[in-house]
């Protein structure tokens, strides 16, 4: 049993409009999500944790979801939405957003992970093999000269589960079939096609764990090609991994233990350990290699949040282990439920104070490991379109980036060690002493507490301490920003200007200004 259990939120991609309306547009490897789902819910109910489970067709939906939800922890098994699967990198920050701890890796580690380019130069730049490649982005062509001799793999570089891989997807260079498979990424996934050097004829699988603060390396597991034709490469398609009737699919089992050598295994296990920190892997993970024909391996892509359904890898390294499914459950919702609880519980630490309506609001710069909580709660309002989102987040990023030195000073209401406000302010151009406040925003369950008043107080302190002597605050004329304007006039913003229809038919840009009084903010 576990020891008082949190209450759990089961979340899995789900088709649009429903199973019954999505069977065209859902894949096979979505589908299998469905055996998690059961899996895990089978767990915690002989866990004795109350848990509950909903299907998200969209991010959008994701919000709503957790704004009515009184479950502790998400058990995260969301791993794409049609259309737009890099959104399911989203997920754990919206979570953290909402204070909701969320099992396995967070939003930073699945966004790298996704980009398989970026995912193996971070590898390579720690001493971790790699197997030398190339980018070729969409209608463009391989560079003469950019590769070697010898076979090569291309594949989408920002998808999951093989999907995009088959037979042909394995070349020879130089010869005519690179510019067809090349060709084919970009047609059907729009997005860059990585070429990367075929590595060996075996393949590795490592499933990791974290259990009491340490990362387990569990048996290694080699896929089995015995019964492979002779001229059939030796890979794990997407055949292979979701197509029942076909021939990969019964004849690429697992092997466990590998077959390797006491100093292989070794060295395999610490690199797998190597590439868990290096991704910043969270819970439960698998990394893949490929061992080239002198045996040495070589990291073909780390996998965090792993399919845990029965008869995949994961679960079959669980069972070599010895370590139950249950067992496995059990320690990632704790493990999640202790990190929010660690994040509600931590000191504050020194700095600005500003009173909200609740007691005092701690006030610094945001830094990145805000990043995700702000760009989280900013879409937890439901104010911002996806392309106001998309600005906030480049807004954020360059303040990240250049910090007191650039251009937009960003700043961050913290409470209980977790971010629940976000302001972000800069010199008007071309103009004398007036700013700009670019963003404000507050996490939705502190609205109304006092922190988006103590945010702002602080942002004009600060620009009456460098000179400024206005503000400047544009806004949306609809009905859902009423509450948002009637905020702007009790700090003492009075409308200066309205622009009709500018964002859209029926929704003007309204301008409001502030006349400030000089004075610092305190702790600034």
């Known amino acids: 049993m576990m020891r008082q259990p949190p209450t759990v939120l089961i979340l899995h991609s789900a088709p649009p409009g429903g199973p019954a309306r999505g069977k065209a547009v859902w894949r096979e490897s979505d589908a299998a999500v469905l055996h998690e789902v059961r899996q ?13 489970t909903v299907g998200l067709p ?8 957790l704004a009515s939800s009184c479950e502790q922890v998400v058990f995260n098994l969301v791993e794409g939405f049609a259309g737009a699967p890099a959104d399911a990198n989203d997920v754990p920050a919206f979570c953290r957003a909402f204070g909701k701890g969320c099992t396995g890796s967070d939003t930073s580690c699945l966004v790298l992970a996704l980009d398989k380019w970026r995912s193996k130069a971070a590898l390579r730049a720690a001493g971790a ?9 969409v209608g463009e062509k391989v560079r003469p000269g950019a590769l070697a001799r010898g076979r090569y793999i291309v594949k989408p570089v920002a998808a999951d589960a093989s999907e995009g891989i088959d037979a042909s997807c394995v070349v020879c ?7 067809g498979a090349v060709g084919r990424v970009h047609r059907r996934f729009r997005q860059a096609a990585l070429v990367e050097r075929f590595v060996g004829d075996r393949e590795l699988n490592v499933s990791l764990v974290e259990r009491g603060g340490r990362v387990e390396v569990l048996a290694i597991a080699e896929v089995d090609f015995s019964a492979f034709p002779r001229r059939m490469p030796r890979i794990v398609d997407y055949a292979a991994k979701w197509l029942p009737g076909s021939f990969g699919y019964h004849h690429t089992l697992g092997i466990v233990p590998a077959r390797l050598t006491a100093r292989q295994a070794r060295l395999v296990r610490q690199l797998a350990l190597l590439a868990w920190r290096v991704m910043g892997c969270r819970d439960y993970a698998r990394v893949d290699f490929r061992l080239d024909r ?33 067992d496995f459950v059990r320690t990632v919702v704790e493990s999640a439920w202790d990190r929010a609880s660690a994040i509600a519980s931590a000191p504050l630490p020194a700095g600005a104070l500003r009173r909200g309506k609740q007691g005092p609001v701690h006030i610094r710069r945001s830094e990145q490991r805000d990043r995700d909580t702000i760009l989280g709660f900013l879409a937890g309002t439901g104010f911002f379109r996806p392309d106001e989102m998309l600005i906030a987040r480049e807004v954020l990023d360059e303040a990240l980036a250049k910090g007191p030195d650039g251009h937009y000073q960003s700043f961050v209401a913290q409470e209980g060690g977790r971010a629940v406000g976000w302001v972000c302010f800069g010199p008007t151009p071309c103009t004398v002493g007036t700013f700009d406040i670019y963003w404000i925003g507050v996490a939705p369950g502190r609205q109304g507490c006092g922190v988006g008043a103590a945010l702002m107080e602080h942002a004009e302190g600060l620009i009456c301490a460098c000179g400024g002597r206005a503000t400047v605050v544009e806004t949306s004329g609809r009905a859902v920003y009423d509450s948002t304007r009637r905020f702007y006039g009790k700090l003492g913003y009075r409308e200066a200007a309205r622009v009709r229809d500018f964002y859209g038919p029926g929704d003007d840009k309204v301008i ?3 006349t400030l009084t000089s004075g610092p903010p305190a702790g600034s």
């Open 58 to 65: 969209r991010l959008a939906d994701l919000s709503g979801v």
């Open 512 to 514: 409001y200004m502030k």
């Open 294 to 326: 002198r045996g040495r391996p070589f990291i073909l892509e780390v996998n965090p949040n792993p399919d845990v359904s029965p008869d995949a890898g994961f679960a079959e390294a669980l069972a070599a282990a010895g370590l139950p499914f249950d």
């Open 129 to 137: 093999p790699v197997p030398p490649a190339t980018l070729v982005g």
């Open 173 to 179: 260079v130089p010869g005519p079939a690179l510019a």
């Open 40 to 52: 895990v819910e089978a767990a915690l109910a002989r866990l004795g944790a109350a848990h509950r």
